[in-house]
């Protein structure tokens, strides 16, 4: 479960989001970022159970983004996230594949998938729902999936029709796709419950067979 003083800590960093106030408040800091590890250690578990993909032993420190920032190329200057990011669960999907959980105060919410793929990996999904439809349907017109994470053609998809294919393709809403993602949100109650890791593998379970298809489509 993840702990109020965390949430708590997030919301006061967002407020304050300088190199002073981070350094003054470092404990509070150290104290979040280990719930956060160990609350990753728990879903590790818990998320082994129902993906094969998932080492329950792995080292959950790995899975924890950093918190600072890189603004070197932008124009926010900030220095800190004001939420802590999980990701990376597991070396056996391709780079580009996997689960995400972003904790933040009010705006939680657990997703996986491949996000914005670009290239010949873009490329390459586009070829397997062109010749593998049929799969990608089957799991995310599902009436389960659908209910958790709405419908999948809803995201961000080309105004125009990708090279090599025609407009009256009977798939072109999921060909046009940019991203190839499923979320849910996550409500500060549910995460800290002392059931919440396991709450939120059974969640992901349902967007493992999504990351299979595009692991099948880049690997």
């Not at 003083?5 to 989001?17: E, H, Q, V």
Request: charged share 30%.
């Amino acid at each position: 479960m993840i702990n109020q003083s965390t949430l708590d800590f997030i919301g006061d960093l967002k407020a304050n989001n300088d190199r002073d106030w981070f350094l003054k408040h470092k404990e509070a800091y150290d104290a979040a970022q280990q719930n956060v590890v160990t609350f990753t250690g728990e879903l590790l578990k818990e998320l082994s159970k129902v993906d094969p993909y998932i080492d329950a032993n792995s080292d959950p420190k790995k899975s924890v983004m950093r918190i600072y920032r890189d603004i070197r190329f932008s124009k926010d200057k900030t220095p800190y996230k004001h939420w802590f990011g999980i990701h990376k669960l597991s070396a056996k999907y391709h780079l580009e594949v996997g689960y995400y959980m972003h904790i933040e105060p009010g705006a939680t919410f657990i997703a996986g998938g491949c996000w914005w793929p670009q290239g010949d990996q873009l490329k390459a999904i586009r070829q397997e729902i062109d010749y593998n439809a049929d799969d990608l349907k089957a799991i995310v017109d599902a009436p389960t999936f659908k209910k958790l994470f709405g419908e999948f053609r809803d995201q961000e998809q080309l105004k125009t029709i990708p090279n090599g294919y025609e407009a009256d393709n009977e798939n072109i809403s999921l060909i046009k796709l940019k991203s190839f993602t499923a979320s849910h949100k996550v409500s500060d109650a549910e995460l800290k419950s002392k059931d919440a890791a396991a709450k939120v593998a059974s969640i992901l379970k349902e967007i493992q067979p999504l990351l299979l298809f595009l692991q099948n489509a880049i690997a």
